[in-house]
């Protein structure tokens, strides 16, 4: 998995709460066996007009924020069904960190295995980085994951939360599989075989 | 020992190590594989040279992606029929039992669990679906998962985790006439609203819940997703015994007597810790409609649409005319006068055996409205086969619904059951998101029994003194 440490780059706001994963990416596109790709698809019906021309009204078809990097988004954001195609599209658009004030469970649980940041900041430091990010590409924003900080254009900085072990998965790129493979294969089979005796019908 | 509720129970038993980080690996005893999160997982054990650790603990079905028209004929559409195929390779490559598309088995994924006894009290469920909550209705732990997770569990048939806090939903009284499991579940999300449970095990309790049917039980444990909390509890009782005894997957003779024993323990134990309480009288609650784009946009049959001047949080206020905007409603209008096109009967939320008979309840003897188009899935092949016993398909075939093969269908709209932009529809199924049922599709949720009065109507009405 890809690392994250520092990312520098434009932020695009997207004022809206309660963004689903449907929003993010339309069903349409989870008929893919792939994981890549589905950077086409993202926010698609916020992004393309019926004729499928880009709707010039969406933010990240305004001049200056297609190359966005960073997505300032509403309260509760990614809330919705547990698809990982949501993390996949955002990635593959080139999208490696979200800020917001909250995050629905399973998406940000998916984010931490595709290298994708979810920051949590509190509302009034999401008011100002709504700010920064209305500045287009003028206001880049900087996120150093190790100090848990997003700095801004004009040398403000803003903490965000995050728990120590996720840090840490995002920091090294960790592979969960790898590790409880290797490192509990025998806490697993022991357990196996205690519930095979207290637990027989399963 | 302190007294624990029915999710530390659980919990507890499936520990399996803590890791030197604080988090928990957590013992799977049961997985769910659908077509649509599971080949990208499948396409990971294979570059990595591993196995499915636990092919007997894990179930394969089709149901996102399926046409819901004549299974003999060829799918209509390429991509889809490769991702069902991709499955059922990846079933016989690993040894994963698997229910195809012509298999009387086959139906949602959260119907077939609990109607083969796979999903069973005190276990562990996941599934890389969200509604995977639904399994909840037999106090099984049971959330849904991303597909890196799905992936992780394959391999491993354990899962990295969190615990999450407690949270009680207690519903006391009983429903009165013309209010169902849906409404319960409705008004809890408008209450709490949609990040109301986020990192939360809901457990329902209370009178109201004891009287539910298994069905209803599942029909609220399934949405706990939508008011946020990954997973939803109900304590086993009789009636979850019942429904299981002499299912073909669930224990069977002594050994079934045995689990009972067990399942007896699986209680929240008196004076146990809950950091959040809700509570809710059932006999207060009328049948509920949603009127916008978000399940917590909810309001009573007798209403009208909310005004969301009247909100103070900016964000908020903004994110409701959006959603009425989309819904092409204005405040003000009663619920009542909500012209409808379509009608949807149906999915994990809604789509079980006690639904239909609710529906054909409803209907029969009489005519869907000459502007409403209104179609009916069954959830699994079982229930479409119960119900053809039991006569449901020819009422609702004479009333003018459209009788269709089992799948998700219109809850999420993947296959070619879905609203043509600006359409509306009465929907049994679990979102009204933007988009989810089709494209600019208006999605309003609402029991099987108000969607078929709609139907009939042409507009949402009142069941409680209809007919």
Known sequence: MQKFTTLTGVAAPLEIINVDTDMIIPKQYLKTIKRTGLGTGLFSEMRYNEDGSDNPDFVLNKPGYKAATILVAGDNFGCGSSREHAPWALVDYGIRCVISTSFADIFYNNCFNNGLLPAIVSREDLDKLFDDANRGANATLTIDLEAQEIRGPDGGVVKFEIDPQRKHKLLNGLDDIGETVHARGPAIDAYEQRIAGNRPWL | ?467
């Open chain 2, 1 to 467: 020992m302190a007294p624990r509720t029915l999710y530390d129970k659980i919990w507890n038993d499936h520990v399996v190590d803590t890791r030197e980080d604080g988090a928990s690996l957590l013992y799977i005893d049961r997985h769910l594989v659908h077509e649509v999160t599971s080949p990208q997982a499948f396409e990971g054990l294979r570059v990595s040279g591993r196995k499915v650790r636990a092919p007997q603990k894990t179930l394969a079905v089709v149901d996102h992606n399926v046409p819901t028209s004549d299974r003999s004929k060829p799918n209509p559409d390429p991509e889809s029929a490769t991702q069902i195929e991709t499955l059922a390779q990846n079933a016989r490559d690993f040894g994963v039992e698997y229910y195809s598309e012509h298999d009387v088995r086959q139906g949602v994924v959260h119907i077939i669990g609990p109607e083969q006894g796979f999903t069973l009290p005190g276990t562990t469920i996941v599934c890389g679906d969200s509604h995977t909550s639904t399994h909840g209705a037999f106090g099984a732990l049971a959330h849904g998962i991303g597909t890196s997770e799905v992936e992780h569990v394959l391999a491993t048939q354990t899962l990295i985790q969190k615990k999450a806090r407690n949270m009680l939903v207690q519903v006391d009284g009983s429903l009165p006439a013309g209010v169902t499991a849906k409404d319960i579940i409705l008004a809890i999300i408008g209450e709490i609203g949609t990040a109301g449970g986020t990192g939360h095990v809901m457990e329902y309790a209370g009178q109201a819940i004891r009287e539910l049917s298994m069905e209803g039980r599942m029909t609220v444990c399934n949405m706990s997703i939508e008011g946020g909390a990954r997973a939803g509890l109900i304590a086993p009782d009789e009636k979850t015994y019942e429904y299981l005894r002499g299912r073909p997957k669930a224990p069977q003779g002594a050994a079934f007597d045995e689990a009972v024993r067990f399942w007896d323990t699986l209680r929240t134990d008196e004076g146990a810790h809950f950091d959040s309480v809700i509570r809710l009288d059932a006999a207060n609650l009328p049948p509920i409609v949603s009127w916008g784009t978000s399940p917590e946009d909810v309001i009573s049959v007798a209403g009208v649409v909310p005004d969301p001047d009247q909100i103070t949080d900016e964000a908020k206020r903004i994110s409701k005319h959006r959603a009425l905007e989309y819904m092409g409603l204005k405040a003000g209008t009663k619920i009542t006068d909500i012209g409808i096109d379509r009608v949807f009967i149906g999915s994990c939320t809604n789509g079980r055996i006690e639904d239909l008979r609710a529906v054909a309840r409803m209907v029969e003897g009489r005519k869907v409205h000459a502007s409403v188009n209104a179609m009916v899935v069954p959830g699994s092949g079982l229930v479409k086969q119960q119900a053809e016993q039991e006569g449901i398909d020819k009422i609702l075939i004479a009333a003018g619904f459209d009788w269709r093969e089992p799948g998700c269908s219109m809850c999420l709209a993947m296959n070619p059951d879905r609203l043509a932009p600006h359409e509306r529809c009465a929907s049994t199924s679990n979102r009204n998101f933007e988009g989810r049922q089709g494209f600019k599709g208006r999605t309003h949720l609402v029991s099987p029994a108000m969607a078929a009065a709609a139907a009939i109507e042409g507009h949402f009405v009142d069941i409680r003194n209809w007919g």
